[in-house]
């Protein structure tokens, strides 16, 4: 048998992408593959991209050209060395990143992970490998379970993708065309990669999807289940401490779905709820399908739910034909949501989009300056949110070394990370936690006494 051969992958863009880089190093792992963290020694580099923004689709290039010089260098030692590019990019222009860089042996879209194998033996032929099928069989079916050795280094918390793709066309984004239409997995298949998760060491679920709320997935009792419906399964597994989803569409945040966050201790108090922008004609324009108003019903019926949710969104400015009073009109909205976290965007053409096409493209420095502004009414929201959580006492999941000696970095039901003086040994354990101090991007504290809060796990696990 011939040594093992090592696999770097860099990836780029959103969790989805994060998770999806853990099946590939799957599937690769059975065919002999071991993965590196360093590009320098892989005999085969994959970077698993971004197409959501210009900036994003372009940063593959320059890596490319960095990935290229390291190609060299290796070749010239004798060592061969296969270059691929997946996700995003790979889907929305194929054959195009051959010619454009040549260098580039495979070319793999999101829907075909599985068939990586395969198109790693065509490259080693000497031929390009290109494949952005949509292919009928269901990838995730047609990948191996997530390697145990893989899980273990993943520590306490862990995505588990339910649902991808996206049929709502949003005028300005390429994710129905790059992730093809909505799919959700069955749910049978959800409980035993959440089960296997959670032997592993897995305390905290993010379910993934790019309309995760629009899960529709073939439920245990063979009927259509809900992602409420789910949450409900999956907090009957012993030992997941914690879920959470993301992201979600605001036309499918449903009843059921409202009532989960207030019947479900384990469902974190967190929702991810883009809006994009706070005005009716931007809304009409981006085909959101949804009203200002209509939003700020869902968030006043969640906080009913749930009192203490925190909320984030993510927003677009300059989108075309913004104006300056459609502009204020989402300030306004972030002021009256009161944003927990949020992600702010100058808005991007994208190839192949209505909104591209569209007139009334704003200058750049309208962009600039708006974008300025936004940020700075968030910043301010999430500061007030942390600065909020002084005084209280919350559970803390720790799951990395701090800056400093000593400390660890946990994170909070609200998904503030916490900065506190705990012994390295919980890491991976829920503990309380009584918050000190507030910064913009994080709050500090100390242990408290351990309280009723915590679970008869948590406490055995926790040498206090
Ligand atoms: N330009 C700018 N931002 C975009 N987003 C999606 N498409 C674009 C675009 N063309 C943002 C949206 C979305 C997030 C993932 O990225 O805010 O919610
Ligand atoms: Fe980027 Fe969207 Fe693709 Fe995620 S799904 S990698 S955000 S384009």
């Not at 197409?51 to 010239?76: P, Q």
């Not at 990019?89 to 990143?97: D, L, S």
Request: with cysteine.
């Amino acid at each position: 048998m011939t040594a093992s051969k090592k696999l770097f992958v860099r990836t780029f863009g959103c969790q989805m992408n994060v998770y999806d880089s853990g099946r590939m190093i799957d599937v690769l792992s059975a065919r002999g593959y071991e993965p590196t963290e360093t590009p320098e020694d892989a005999d085969l580099v994959i970077l698993n991209t971004c197409h959501i923004r210009e900036k994003a689709a372009e940063k593959v290039f320059s890596e490319i050209g960095r990935i290229r010089a390291l190609k060299d260098e290796r070749e010239a030692r004798g060592q061969p060395t296969m270059i691929g590019v997946a996700g995003c990019v790979a889907q929305a222009e194929g054959e195009e990143i051959v010619r454009r860089a040549p260098v580039v042996d495979l070319v793999v879209g999101p829907q075909a992970y599985h068939r990586l194998p395969d198109l790693i033996d065509k490259a080693a032929r000497g031929e390009k490998a290109v494949d952005t099928d949509f292919p009928p069989e269901d990838k995730f079916t047609r990948m191996p379970a997530a390697s145990e050795k893989r899980v273990r280094s993943g520590g306490a918390t862990a995505f588990l993708a339910v649902q991808e793709g996206c049929d709502k066309f949003c005028t300005f984004c390429v994710v129905p065309y790059t992730r093809g239409a909505e799919a959700s997995r069955p749910a049978g298949a959800l409980v035993e990669e959440a089960r296997r998760l959670v032997d592993r060491g897995v305390r905290e679920i993010t379910l993934l999807g790019q309309n995760v709320n629009a899960y529709h997935g073939e439920g245990l009792d063979g009927r259509e289940w809900s992602l409420a419906r789910l949450l409900f399964e999956l907090t009957e597994i012993e030992g997941l401490d914690r879920l959470r989803y993301t992201t979600s569409h605001p036309r499918d945040m449903d009843d059921d779905l409202i009532a989960a966050h207030r019947d479900l201790d384990r469902l974190m108090p967190y929702l991810h709820l883009p809006v994009q922008s706070g005005s009716d004609r931007m809304l009409a324009a981006m085909n959101r399908r949804h009203t200002r108003d209509t939003y700020l019903d869902i968030i006043s019926r969640i906080r009913e739910a749930r009192p203490d949710i925190a909320i984030s969104g993510d927003f677009i400015v300059g989108f075309p034909g913004e104006t300056e009073a459609d502009f204020e009109d989402t300030l306004d909205l972030v002021r009256r949501v009161g944003y927990a976290h949020a992600f702010s965007f100058k808005y991007s053409p994208r190839p192949g989009t209505p909104a591209a096409e569209m007139d009334g493209h704003v200058p750049e420095a309208v962009k600039t300056e708006r974008l300025q502004r936004l940020q700075a009414v968030l910043a301010d929201g999430q500061r007030r949110f942390n600065e909020g959580l002084v005084g209280m006492t919350l559970p803390v999941l720790f799951e990395k070394p701090g800056r400093r000696e000593g400390q660890l970095i946990g994170r909070s039901p609200y998904l503030v990370p916490v900065h506190a003086e705990v012994p390295a040994a919980m890491m991976g354990a829920i503990t309380e936690v009584a918050i000190e101090s507030a910064g913009q991007n994080s709050v500090g504290g100390r242990l408290a006494v351990p309280t009723l809060h915590a679970t008869s796990a948590t406490l055995a696990e926790a040498p206090l």
